[in-house]
């Protein structure tokens, strides 16, 4: 399996909804935000992201082109830990063409999406978002109490505020 850009991703993307009719919203979250936020050498395998639209199609649409996709109608039930309220209307535009709109969340939601998982590589990419758009510890801290605010009360809010702690003074 081949690394996927996000340039190849809006090829398959344009050709997804001229095949089907379909259009397509998705909201990048993993490792091809990480290149449309500008890290060149971050390589990745699959498509993280949110979808607006039929999900099922558009999967079985990047299957049949060997591309693994990890695709929800929802990013914030991936984790015990919500996303920050309003991630969606603070998700600013990377491309819009006929039936056709690519999505990146804002920086400071991404490093939250990326801290509430919270491995090595995860924080490694929240620290270059941070540093890239110099976004501060206390605008990190902030988001996390809004992201834990959101959430259900449970044991994995003391390992996530541990995991913002050890980010913010990382940052």
């Known amino acids: 399996m081949s690394p996927i850009t996000h340039s190849q991703l809006i090829t398959l993307l344009k050709e997804y ?6 259009s397509v919203d998705l909201l990048l979250v993993g490792g091809l935000a990480l290149q449309a936020y500008g890290y060149a050498d971050r390589s990745t395998q699959d498509v993280d992201a949110e979808v607006a639209g039929d999900l099922d199609s558009l999967a079985q649409f990047l299957r049949g082109r060997q591309v693994p996709a990890d695709l929800g109608e929802n990013i914030s039930g991936w984790s015990v830990v919500a996303m920050p309220p309003g ?35 995860d924080i490694e990419d929240a620290l270059y978002v941070a540093r890239r758009f110099s976004v501060t510890p206390q605008a990190v801290q902030d988001a996390a109490e809004t992201a834990v605010s959101a959430s259900p009360k449970d ?16 940052l």
């Open 17 to 22: 909804v001229q095949d089907t009719g379909r």
């Open 87 to 121: 991630y969606r209307e603070r998700a600013s535009v990377l491309l819009e063409d006929s039936g056709l709109r690519l999505r990146l969340l804002q920086p400071v939601d991404f490093i939250i999406a990326k801290l509430r998982r919270g491995t090595e590589i």
């Open 155 to 170: 044991t994995v809010i003391f390992l996530f505020r541990k995991t913002v702690e050890i980010f913010c003074a990382r």
